[in-house]
């Protein structure tokens, strides 16, 4: 396995969030519906697609596998400060 970091452009989230097609290529319905609830949702497509796109490098690399986004899922936990 190999360490690495994985960018993306959050501008290009910007213009993909009404992007039906691109989401749901890319995303679950669950996750498109998180996301947009957040208060920069190009923010949050951008956190989940770098995550999806380090596991899919990883996983392909190790396992020699061809995941597509879609199949994978970044789990998001939100904290509650008091």
Do not use: W
Not at 30 to 35: D, G, M, Q, S
Not at 46 to 65: P, R, Y
């Amino acid at each position: 396995m190999e360490i690495g970091v994985d960018i993306v452009e959050i501008s290009r989230f910007e213009k993909l969030i009404d992007n039906k097609k691109f989401l749901e290529k890319h995303f679950t319905e669950n996750k498109i519906e998180y996301c947009k609830e957040q208060f920069k949702p190009e923010e949050s497509f951008a956190a989940i697609f770098a995550g999806k796109e380090a596991v899919k490098k990883g996983l392909n690399s190790f396992l020699n596998t061809n995941l597509r986004f879609k199949e994978i899922e970044i789990l998001t936990i939100e904290f509650n400060y008091q």
